[in-house]
């Protein structure tokens, strides 16, 4: 799981680095917090200080072997430290509570600098240990980093009819929708009948 969800920010750093109206080398050298590369100021520079801070430089390049564009930015941002991209924890090494930790770091961090949509599809087929991760990103996400608040969409799609046979994805569900801290909204959606279906793809 942690390789699929990985996958996913490092499409967004990669988004980072193609949307900043200044190359990050640009900023570099400017007062931290005063950077603005990016036009609502979620700079690749104030996230890798800001995750530097939470979960140390060992995290931070650990995160990095998991996301090239990631890697990316981490060298421009440090210039003067000797990363080659080989330091940090074994990626074979963070699953469980470690790693979780680092994800759900850098989810809180990036959506309180800027609000996040995290979409996942098919939750019907996830295993246990996809769905342990998800489930911590969406409890722990607004817990993590400071006072200030996240703003965290997250979307789980899945098959109704499917999803009997998931008893965890089930009793999250649940959970959820009894929770006075996770706002949950249910929507349902039917299948198209053939002739809309015909039109749509045709």
Not at 102 to 113: H, I, K, N
Not at 171 to 200: H, P, R, W
Request: with cysteine; charged share 20%; hydrophobic share 40%.
């Amino acid at each position: 799981p942690l390789s699929v969800i990985a996958l996913g920010f490092d499409e967004f750093f990669a988004s980072c680095i193609s949307l900043c109206s200044n190359d990050v080398t640009a900023v570099k050298n400017a007062p931290l917090g005063t950077q603005r590369c990016c036009p609502d100021g979620c700079c690749s520079r104030n996230i890798c200080h800001k995750l530097e801070g939470l979960i140390g430089w060992i995290g931070l390049t650990t995160l990095s072997r998991l996301m090239p564009s990631l890697r990316r930015i981490i060298k421009d941002v440090y210039p003067s430290r000797n990363f080659n991209g080989e330091e940090g924890l074994d990626t074979n090494n963070v699953r469980g509570p470690n790693g979780e930790h680092l994800f759900v770091t850098l989810l809180d961090v990036l959506s309180q600098l800027r609000p996040v949509l995290f979409f996942t599809d098919d939750l019907q087929f996830a295993g246990d240990a996809s769905l342990a991760l998800l489930n911590d990103l969406v409890k722990k996400v607004g817990s993590t980093v400071g006072e200030t608040r996240s703003s965290l969409l997250f979307v789980g799609a899945h098959r109704t009819v499917d999803t009997e046979s998931n008893p965890l994805l089930m009793k999250m569900l649940t959970q959820y929708e009894a929770s006075d801290v996770i706002n949950t909204t249910q929507i349902d959606l039917c299948g198209f009948e053939l002739e809309s279906l015909n039109e749509m793809v045709s």
